[in-house]
T-cell receptor, first 110, second 112 residues
Framework: DGGITQSPKYLFRKEGQNVTLSCEQNLNHDAMYWYRQDPGQGLRLIYY???????QKGDIAEGYSVSREKKESFPLTVTSAQKNPTAFYLCASSHNSPLHFGNGTRLTVT | DQQVKQNSPSLSVQEGRISILNCDYT??????FLWYKKYPAEGPTFLISISSIKDKNEDGRFTVFLNKSAKHLSLHIVPSQPGDSAVYFCAASRGTASKLTFGTGTRLQVTL
């Protein structure tokens, strides 16, 4: 059963700590994406990767970092430099098709 | 700069009636448009798409209309069902294999 797995579903961190959100897909998709959802602002693109070992900044990349060492995995690190890290983070993948999303990770930083 | 806009944050429709969700875009380079449906605490799921070479695409109860001159698209759901209650996001891209720009979403509530 193919899909995108984001873990954990809920994540809590103290301010000043870096945190890494996991995203794994077994759909054999080349492209992967990270979006952030905030109330009233829709989904905003953080980073995306179209092939292994390559990625590009999206519209709101400041304070985030990513890696794409394997086709299946695209982890997102929320660094202490991100001013408003509390949000719902969505990972997606595609291969000449509409984006297929995971079920998200809700990150709360206090 | 919001390139994709959904000006109605919410919409309430009676079961069995038509739901019409609207979306406007400003970037004339967009040529592929999609609608996603999202339930709380879940990822969005793809509903329907349309290429700029068409002005209408239909899939069961869902129809998307595209007016390129007005840079406007709409999603029609008929008949509306209680299970359609969700947030609907409009999205656009340059090409079918490109990153998507999303609107802010419209929350649809279908009442009995």
């Amino acid at each position: 059963d193919g899909g995108i797995t984001q873990s954990p579903k809920y994540l809590f961190r103290k301010e000043g700590q870096n945190v890494t959100l996991s995203c794994e897909q077994n759909l054999n998709h080349d492209a992967m994406y990270w979006y952030r959802q905030d109330p009233g602002q829709g989904l905003r693109l953080i980073y995306y990767s179209q092939i292994v070992n390559d990625f590009q900044k999206g519209d709101i990349a400041e304070g985030y970092s990513v890696s794409r060492e394997k086709k299946e995995s695209f982890p997102l690190t929320v660094t202490s430099a991100q001013k408003n890290p509390t949000a719902f983070y969505l990972c997606a993948s595609s291969h000449n098709s509409p984006l297929h999303f995971g079920n998200g990770t809700r990150l709360t930083v206090t | 700069d919001q390139q994709v806009k959904q000006n109605s944050p919410s919409l309430s429709v009676q079961e069995g009636r038509i739901s019409i969700l609207n979306c406007d875009y400003t970037n004339s380079m967009f040529d592929y448009f999609l609608w996603y449906k999202k339930y709380p605490a879940e990822g969005p799921t793809f509903l329907i798409s349309i290429s700029s070479i068409k002005d209408k695409n239909e899939d069961g109860r869902f129809t998307v209309f595209l007016n390129k001159s007005a840079k406007h698209l709409s999603l029609h759901i008929v008949p509306s069902q209680p299970g359609d209650s969700a947030v609907y996001f409009c999205a656009a891209s340059r090409g079918t294999a490109s990153k998507l720009t999303f609107g802010t979403g419209t929350r649809l509530q279908v009442t009995l």
